[in-house]
């Protein structure tokens, strides 16, 4: 069992940046590979990135790829998101989640732990 808290959303303007964390509890970090995903007023939740649990297999969605830069530290029990050159359809409720013992996918469906999101809002 893993426990995810997401931090770090909020309002930004067009072009500007933000960094989501996902701090996880319980279980040894380094058994999960971690995904992001998002998921916007009225549209389904739609992969954003994901990393194995040594880091070494990253996988991004086209949409973010060349913006959004994710990366982990299994001593603190941490994932990053590193959010740049955000845009407008980028807002909406961001989750992190954790697959045990497997490796990093784009199917939400694979991942058995969740956190309970943090907000970004993308606007002028």
């Known amino acids: 069992q893993v426990q995810l808290v997401e931090s770090g959303g909020g309002l930004v303007q067009p072009g500007g940046s933000l960094r989501l964390s996902c701090a996880a509890s319980g279980r040894t970090f380094s058994t999960y590979a971690m995904g992001w995903f998002r998921q916007a007023p009225g549209k389904e939740r739609e992969f954003v990135a994901s990393?194995?649990?040594?880091?070494?297999?990253?996988y991004y969605s086209d949409s973010i790829k060349g913006r959004f830069t994710l990366s982990r530290d299994n001593a603190k029990y941490t994932v990053y998101l590193l959010m740049n050159s955000l845009k407008p359809e980028d807002t909406a409720n961001y989750y992190c989640?954790?697959?045990?013992?497997?490796?990093?996918?784009?199917?939400?469906?694979?991942?058995?732990?969740w956190g309970q999101g943090t907000q970004v809002t993308v606007s002028s």
């Open positions: 990393i194995s649990w040594s880091g070494t297999s990253i």
């Open positions: 989640a954790a697959r045990f013992l497997r490796g990093n996918t784009d199917d939400a469906s694979d991942y058995a732990y």
